[in-house]
């Protein structure tokens, strides 16, 4: 039954964009370059890390890494951030999270030039974004489950969305960019979170469902209406004793309970995690164009 939506294939077409705004950029001598900073050896920042920099050099950016130890403090982090924003050579600035404990994740996001936070959390981006400004950064895996809706044909006008999870990377600007007026949003939207009452009742009524809350299988077929369209954002790591490593990564969805009824539905792998890296290079080559204009 095909009715996946294909991130792979998405976003290689955004990809395709953002090359032809690369030669653009080269031909009046500017590579976009972002700066990747990692603090400590968490294995999956390095992991993410190394996709994002494979990425860039595949279309075309200039990508450099910054490896701090895991006890860096706040104030080496912060005098980095404030060298990188004050080097006219860095168009673009992505401190990965998780950061270690000793660390304030919202001072450091604050820190960072907000024409260089190609990553949209900057309070001045997030507060664009709320209030509509296009001219703002938004945050990647947000904006790319909506570019999955608009490429896919999704209906999202009028429709009832229902955002699983209210954290600020994923389902805060998930929730304001589908309530916005205007085109591909106008959604009537819920945010569901740990504490919401008949959590399933609410599944049940969305046209558009998009699962960011971080539990492994937690969205089954009894939560989803025949014909909806369903997102799912989430990276678990579960045990699994017949895997080599002892684990794998599950999605928060039940995707072989919820597939056949679905209307369309995202892969995972293979369906959000490709768009985050696409929005991610679009944003940088966003952000050395505003530069050099
Ligand atoms: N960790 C998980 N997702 C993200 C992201 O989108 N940006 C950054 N900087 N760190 C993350």
Redesign the pocket.
């Known amino acids: 039954m095909d009715n996946l939506i294909d991130g792979r294939a998405i976003a290689a077409e955004i990809h395709g964009e953002t090359r032809e705004r690369v030669a653009r950029l080269a031909a009046r001598g500017v590579k976009p370059h972002i700066v990747f900073v990692r603090v400590g050896e968490d294995p999956a920042s390095r992991v993410y890390v190394g996709m994002k920099e494979r990425t860039s050099g595949e279309l075309g950016l200039l990508s450099t890494t910054r490896v701090l130890p895991e006890d860096t403090t706040q104030a080496a982090l912060l005098d980095l951030v404030r060298t990188l924003n004050a080097d006219p050579g860095v168009h673009g600035i992505?401190?990965?999270?998780p950061l270690p404990r000793q660390i304030d994740a919202p001072t450091i996001f604050a820190a960072v030039d907000p024409a260089k936070d190609v990553?949209g959390f900057h309070p001045v981006n997030v507060g664009k974004l709320l209030l509509g400004d296009e001219g703002g950064f938004v945050?990647?895996?947000p904006a790319g489950v909506h570019e999955l809706l608009i490429r896919s044909g999704t209906r999202i006008a009028g429709a009832n969305v229902v955002i699983l999870g209210r954290g600020n990377?994923v389902g805060k600007p998930m929730a304001s960019i589908l309530m916005q007026k205007g085109r591909h949003a106008d959604a009537t939207v819920t945010v569901c979170h740990s504490r919401t009452a008949a959590i399933e009742e609410h599944c049940r009524r969305a046209d558009i469902l998009i699962a960011a809350m971080g539990v492994a299988h937690f969205v089954r077929a009894s939560m989803v209406k025949p014909g909806a369209v369903v997102v799912d954002v989430g990276v678990n790591r579960v045990p699994d004793a017949t895997a080599k490593s002892g684990s794998r990564l599950v999605g928060d969805v039940d995707f072989a309970a919820v597939q056949p009824l679905a209307g369309r539905i995202t892969p995972n792998p293979g369906g959000v995690g490709p768009m985050?890296i696409a929005m991610l290079m679009r944003n940088t080559v966003r952000a050395a164009e505003q530069n050099c204009r």
């Open positions: 992505l401190v990965q999270a990553d945050p990647c895996t990377i985050t």
